[in-house]
């Protein structure tokens, strides 16, 4: 499996190409990203610098203009940075052939577009098949590993149909099957569900993370929408005018913001479908052993990976604290009310009881 790393990545857009330079090394020293406005030049990502590893989702967010996109599309090699590297497979995408590139693109590295991006034309299992037709792929390979990727995107059934007569869900699983049948190494998702309805969405959601229990790959996700990068990213990067302003879990960012803009922007996130237990959670001395330990404890039992709003409606029917215990029923920690409405509650009124939040 493949990890991939971008190491101090900057990409200005001018008029000339001497001025790209130049300005790279303005920024370095200090200069702000609208001095250079002023004078014709824009800084879309100055010095982004992260590594996701193998089997990780990992979240790129911020507002428009913010440059996530354009860092995007730096990774597969669509732009070239005008400094630093991008590492993938050991490979140094920057320093690729046109010929080496496209092959990398075709083979290891997949995108699921946000408007779709099917060809009006095409049956369903011929667009799913598309990427493997670039690679060259035998008509019956290439059928037969698409059929498959449809399946597992719950299109099974839908290889004939075309994409006008699919719902907008179903045409963006279309989409996910494409990228999943040429069974590449790297997904880039950008913005892949912000075009859909709210409760299509979070079905989308849904079906990324089942699938990526299952295939495991290394995928970075575009979104401009808080809620969606803290429900998927293992990894969060928030980014601002260019700059990657903070790094880290959503645990991390929800508890810990760097900033007063990180702050802001998590203001209104719903912690308690946030977090879990495994984030607030009070740890024991040491682990207690097997799943007669909780029983011991005349505690109720939630997994680490148990929402706070789940485990909020369990904590209001008990007067004990809850044990979290892990795949093998052992005590791996303990949460109290005031735990959880340590975490939960709004800092700008009094604390609300665990109740309402399950309400």
């Not at 408007?115 to 990427?131: E, I, K």
């Not at 929408?225 to 928030?238: H, K, P, S, T």
């Not at 148990?306 to 795949?327: F, G, K, M, N």
Request: proline residues 5%; contains cysteine; hydrophobic residues 40%.
């Amino acid at each position: 499996m493949s990890t991939l790393q971008a190491e101090h990545v900057y990409k200005v857009f001018g008029r000339r190409p001497d001025d790209l330079t130049a300005a790279v090394r303005a920024l370095q020293s200090g200069t702000c990203r609208d001095e250079l406005r002023a004078d014709g030049t824009t800084a879309a990502v100055i010095d982004a610098t992260f590594r996701v590893e193998p089997g990780q989702i990992f979240v790129v967010m911020g507002l428009s203009g913010s440059g996530k996109s354009t860092l995007l599309r730096m990774l597969n090699g669509l732009l070239e940075p005008t400094s630093g590297r991008i590492l993938f497979d050991g490979q140094d995408l920057t320093a690729l052939t046109p010929r080496e590139l496209r092959h990398v693109r075709s083979t290891k590295i997949s995108m699921v577009f946000q408007h779709f991006a099917l060809f009006p034309h095409r049956d369903v299992l011929a667009n799913a098949a598309y990427g493997l037709e670039v690679q060259g792929v035998p008509r019956a390979e290439r059928e037969r590993r698409a059929a498959e990727a449809l399946a597992l995107c719950g299109l099974g059934g839908w290889e004939t149909s075309w994409p006008d007569e699919l719902s907008g869900g179903m045409q963006q699983r279309v989409g996910l099957a494409r990228a999943l049948a040429t069974d590449a190494d790297l997904l880039l998702m950008d913005e892949s569900f912000s075009a859909l309805d709210p409760l299509i969405r979070r079905d989308m959601q849904d079906q990324l993370l089942e699938l990526q229990k299952r295939l495991k790959k290394t995928i970075v996700f575009i979104t401009h929408d808080l809620n969606e990068a803290m429900r998927l990213g293992d990894g969060i990067a928030v980014m601002r005018d260019g700059r990657i302003v903070q790094q880290g879990t959503a645990e991390d960012i929800l508890t810990r913001p760097a900033d007063d803009y990180v702050a802001s922007f998590i203001q209104d996130v719903d912690r308690s479908r946030v977090l879990t237990a495994e984030a607030v959670m009070d740890e024991p001395d040491a682990p207690a052993q097997g799943a007669a330990a909780a029983d011991a404890c005349g505690c109720p039992t939630v997994s680490p990976e148990t929402p706070l709003a789940d485990l909020c409606a369990i904590s209001a029917r008990v007067p004990h604290p809850v044990a979290v215990t892990d795949e093998d029923g052992s005590v791996v920690g303990s949460v109290t009310q005031d735990r959880l409405v340590a975490f939960i509650g709004d800092e700008q009124r009094p604390p609300m009881a665990c109740t309402e939040v399950a309400a």
